[in-house]
């Protein structure tokens, strides 16, 4: 179809370039008979396109009657025209009844904040990332100062309650300063329960949060998340402008950047609204601002959990030992953000760096200590009953080591391990020969029985030949003055 452009080319070329109609087609590529038939018009005249017939058109009238006596939806408009014999589908029906009755935008006062008074928070999703050898779907925290702007973010692969507190903190310590007042949405780290008519009933946890750090909750209404709108658009412009098109290899390097951008972009950025820079207006919002508490505020989420059989505790599929003795045991476990610390009976036993990776065991070396130390008292006991039953004077064999301020557990296991290479009887028999020569130590077991198992073959009779040049051997008198010469020289 030919526009007004192409129409005032068409005349150009012919006017002023003086070409033919099949030249000009040849120039934009148009059929020659489309050229030839815009040469005879005076002027540019659209093209009416003609409506394609609808399966629709016999009903439109009825449904515009339905759309003015009852607000009815799409759905409803549906089954009633197919009780009247209507065998389209619902899209051509719910495009129809959007073109006959548009939809209404509903209209939002400007809310205004003096300065101090109030912050909102929210958090964001956005994909996965990777975590160890493993993928978490990536959360973000934002914080955004109503008068100033000032925005806080902070990445997490969680949204726990410890992680929403944490969050809440590391903002706090950023601004350096905490406002009057939060808006927050109806999550369940805020807020537990709305009921009509009654105020809300808040998470304990994150009222005493709010108490310690001196602001109160003012959570929105349901199903009004526009009345935090500021922390909404927020959320979106961390996913458009730092987020999109960011390459994430792992979790660890979205921190020092998300802070960069705040310090370089977000926070020196001119507003949209208040045509200023967040961190120039947050210069006049500070002094209105609360100070930060003395003391920081235990966000750790205490929880009751058993320990398994080989004293290990659960958190998101990763395992964390406990020392040995509190294998089977309830424990109290208090999870932060960066570690996990154990308690039993209100002491610590345990405490490790929490890890976001899956599937993975994490041991202390000391933990199982005591384990290994009752095995090994089990298993010298075990030696010693064998090493009892070598000899009937075994039991006054090991007193007499003993005696010799030995270790007698350390022999002990060396004459029963003999036994088990020279067989019970050659160990016995050895025994008994070291209580006649007093000789108590497993390195004279040992000499007993090396002795005992060297073949020695029996002495033959002495023979003599009878040659006598053999048996009359004549030596001469030694020359004993060699010695008195080298006395001599000695003596100089």
């Known amino acids: 179809m030919i526009d007004y452009e192409l129409f005032s080319k068409i005349k150009h070329l012919k006017e002023h370039a003086g070409l033919r109609g099949s030249q000009i087609a040849a120039e934009l590529a148009l059929d020659p008979r489309t050229v030839a038939k815009w040469l005879t018009q005076g002027h540019f005249r659209q093209r009416k396109a003609t409506p394609k017939p609808s399966k629709l058109d016999p009903f439109k009238n009825d449904i515009r009657r339905m759309l003015e006596t009852h607000a009815y939806s799409a759905t409803q408009i549906l089954q009633h025209i197919r009780e009247q014999g209507f065998d389209g589908g619902y899209t051509i029906v719910k495009q129809y009844v959007r073109r006959v009755r548009p939809p209404k935008s509903r209209a939002y006062l400007t809310l205004a904040f003096a300065p101090g008074e109030c912050a909102q928070v929210d958090w964001g999703s ?18 955004v100062l109503c008068y100033s702007r000032m925005m806080y973010v902070e990445f997490t692969v969680s949204q726990t309650m410890e992680h ?21 949405d109806n999550l369940k780290s805020a807020v537990l329960r709305r009921i009509v008519g009654q105020s809300p ?8 949060f709010a108490n310690h750090c001196g602001f109160t909750i003012s959570p929105c209404n349901v199903g009004k998340g526009n009345e935090k709108g500021r922390v909404e658009n927020a959320v979106g412009y961390v996913k458009k402008n730092f987020l999109a098109g960011l390459d994430l290899p792992d979790f660890a390097a979205i921190g020092p950047a998300v802070r960069h951008w705040l310090e370089t972009v977000a926070n020196v950025r001119i507003h949209g609204e208040t045509r200023k820079k967040p961190a120039e207006l947050f210069e006049t919002e500070r002094p209105s601002l609360s100070p930060l508490p003395a003391n920081g505020f235990d966000v750790g989420t205490v929880g009751q959990l058993r320990a398994s059989s080989q004293f290990r505790i659960t958190l998101e599929t990763n395992r964390y030992s406990v020392p040995a003795e509190y294998a089977g045991q309830r424990l109290t476990l208090k999870a932060y953000p960066d570690r996990l610390c154990l308690y039993c009976n209100d002491q610590l036993i345990a405490r490790h760096v929490r890890c976001y990776d899956r599937h993975r065991d994490f041991e202390d070396p000391d933990h199982p200590k005591a384990l290994l130390t009752q095995r090994k008292k089990a298993r010298d006991q075990k030696i010693f009953m064998r090493f009892l039953t070598l000899s009937p004077k075994a039991d006054l064999y090991y007193r007499k080591l003993e005696q010799r301020r030995l270790n007698p557990h350390h022999h002990v296991r060396k004459i029963v391990a003999l036994s088990e290479i020279y067989g019970p009887e050659a160990t016995a028999r050895a025994m008994e020969d070291a209580f006649f020569f007093q000789a108590f130590s497993s390195e004279y077991i040992t000499n007993l029985l090396e002795q005992r198992t060297r073949y020695r073959p029996a002495p033959g009779a002495l023979h003599l030949t009878r040659r006598e040049d053999l048996l009359d051997i004549s030596l001469e008198h030694p020359d004993l003055s060699i010695y008195a010469s080298e006395r001599k020289n000695d003596e100089r």
């Not at 009933?201 to 009222?207: D, E, I, S």
Request: hydrophobic content about 55%; charged content about 15%; glycine content about 6%.
């Open 164 to 184: 929403f507190l944490a969050c809440h903190q590391n903002a706090f310590d950023f601004f350096g300063a905490v406002p009057k007042k939060i808006m927050v």
């Open 126 to 143: 956005f994909g996965a990332v990777n975590v160890g050898a493993t993928r978490r779907r990536l959360s973000f925290f934002v914080m």
């Open 201 to 208: 009933v808040f998470n304990p946890k994150y009222l005493d």
